[in-house]
């Protein structure tokens, strides 16, 4: 079984994109929404994914090629908890705003 931090698995990146774009139009199309909270709905996906994703991806990135094996074991799993946490936040959020909007 692989995991998906793991190389082997090179559909994380894709489940993950069309996860935020379903949820992202999802949100956008929710019903009883005024113009300005459509579009509030989008740039919070896009800056979500882009605070998220992108830039703790990238700053993950450059920690695993400066420091890769020599981290202790236990760092590098929370790392991706950090990581995955983030993902998760992201995804969660875009699932709830068309509703904290309603409020």
Known sequence: MRLPHQEGFPDRAR???WTVAVL???GVVWPGQSL???LNDLGYAIL???GTYIIIRLVFSAIMAL???ALP???L???LILFYAGILATILGLIALP???ND
Do not use: N
Request: no cysteine.
């Open 36 to 38: 300005a909270a459509r």
């Open 73 to 75: 074991r236990m760092l």
């Open 15 to 17: 489940i993950f994109g």
């Open 24 to 26: 992202a139009m999802a």
């Open 48 to 50: 979500s994914v882009v």
């Open 77 to 79: 799993a929370y790392l």
């Open 67 to 69: 420091a890769g094996e």
């Open 99 to 101: 509703f904290r909007w």
